[in-house]
């Protein structure tokens, strides 16, 4: 049975890093994408960016495209995201969700994710 679980979050300043850790188990990355998604106060839950090991690829929001990095740690049991120049903008909950029936085209869709972790929280201070 898929499980993840987030891990990082914190209060940063402007123009400061985190990195958050998305725990799994139950499964394989050969099986099952990650999500990671973002909930801004007041804001509708939004995917943030998206890793599958089965077809080797990655994708960002155009919000974060450049400053945020996607990756596996060398077990292959934690994906990470490595948030940098961080802006208020980028505050919100963070959650890692997986899916074994996204791609490229289908990764935003939450309804196609058959786990998601409690969230962590992030807040960026101005």
């Known amino acids: 049975q898929l499980h993840v679980a987030e891990s990082g979050g914190g209060l940063v300043p402007s123009g400061g890093s985190l990195r958050l850790s998305c725990a799994i188990s139950?499964?394989?990355?050969?099986?099952?994408?990650i999500g990671w998604f973002r909930q801004a106060p007041g804001k509708e839950r939004k995917g943030v960016s998206y890793?599958?090991?089965?077809?080797?690829?990655?994708a960002y929001s155009d919000s974060v495209k450049g400053r945020f990095t996607i990756s596996l740690n060398d077990a292959g049991d934690t994906v990470y995201l490595q948030m940098n120049s961080l802006g208020p903008e980028d505050t919100g909950v963070y959650y890692c969700?997986?899916?074994?029936?996204?791609?490229?085209?289908?990764?935003?869709?939450?309804?196609?994710?058959?786990?998601w972790g409690q969230g962590t929280q992030v807040t960026v201070s101005s």
């Open positions: 890793y599958n090991h089965r077809l080797d690829v990655t």
């Open positions: 969700a997986a899916s074994p029936h996204t791609d490229l085209g289908t990764w935003t869709y939450e309804g196609l994710y058959d786990d």
């Open positions: 139950g499964f394989t990355l050969a099986y099952a994408a």
